[in-house]
């Protein structure tokens, strides 16, 4: 097994945005043990390097694409938290207050660096062109001053969350084509407990969920 974690963005000293699965026909239906390993750092996002030659390889640089994205929209929170403020705020105080005028009111200590600890578990290959990779994910983000766990954060932290990435190779080149998060609830909706990741719309959202007002 092979460990990926990235802390090298840390030193960069940029706090990132905070940023949720349905069903799949590929892998198993529990997920593998995760192994020990060694844990090896690895490099700055801003030389992201492409390496698409194997499964194992293509994951790994999915997820130093992973944390570009995550590097960049933490630096664009930080900007924005600095620029002055939109003038709808200024209403803000004036038809809010206590939690509601809390919550509205964007805060510079909300931009935080999520930094995580990944390890391949297995590699699957199901034919020439088609792989299956397991992984285990963990939030390993410095836990801020103040910040108190309940229950089910200090059991997310501690084991992490089980991933699968569907691989395939098209042009000669390693890609990600699906990946499925483990979800146990799942069992008692009757659903697959390998939830999709990335299901794109198929067509323009129809509006008719109502958010927080």
């Given at each position: 097994?092979r460990?990926?974690?990235i ?12 940023r949720?699965?349905d069903?799949?026909?590929?892998g198993?239906?529990?997920p593998?043990?995760?192994k ?7 490099a ?5 390097v492409?390496?698409s ?7 790994k ?8 994205v ?5 630096t ?8 002055p403020p ?5 209403y803000?105080?004036?038809?809010a207050?206590?939690e ?8 510079q ?5 999520d930094v995580f600890?990944?390890?391949i578990?297995?590699v ?7 792989a299956?990779?397991f992984?285990t994910i963990?939030?390993?983000t410095?836990?801020?001053?103040g910040?108190?766990?309940?229950e ?5 932290r501690?084991?992490?969350?089980k ?6 190779k ?12 483990y979800?146990e ?17 198929s ?9 927080q007002?």
């Amino acid at each position: 097994m092979r460990t990926l974690l990235i802390f090298s963005l840390v030193a960069l000293h940029i706090a990132g945005c905070n940023r949720t699965p349905d069903q799949s026909s590929a892998g198993a239906s529990t997920p593998p043990a995760a192994k020990p390993s060694a844990i090896v750092a690895s490099a700055p996002a801003e030389s992201l390097v492409v390496q698409s030659s194997s499964p194992d390889q293509s994951v790994k640089s999915w997820w130093r694409y992973l944390d570009l994205v995550e590097l960049e929209s933490t630096t664009n929170c930080k900007k924005t938290a600095m620029d002055p403020p939109p003038s709808h705020l200024t209403y803000l105080p004036k038809i809010a207050d206590a939690e509601v005028l809390s919550y509205r009111t964007p805060k510079q200590s909300e931009c935080i660096l999520d930094v995580f600890s990944r390890d391949i578990d297995e590699v699957k290959t199901e034919s020439e062109t088609r792989a299956i990779v397991f992984a285990t994910i963990r939030n390993a983000t410095p836990i801020p001053p103040g910040a108190e766990p309940d229950e089910l954060d200090k059991k997310w932290r501690a084991a992490g969350f089980k991933y699968k990435y569907l691989v395939e190779k098209t042009g000669g080149a390693w890609k990600i084509s699906q990946v499925y998060k483990y979800d146990e609830g799942n069992k008692y909706l009757k659903k697959d407990v390998w939830g999709k990741v990335y299901e794109p719309l198929s067509g323009p959202r129809y509006p008719a969920y109502v958010g927080q007002q």
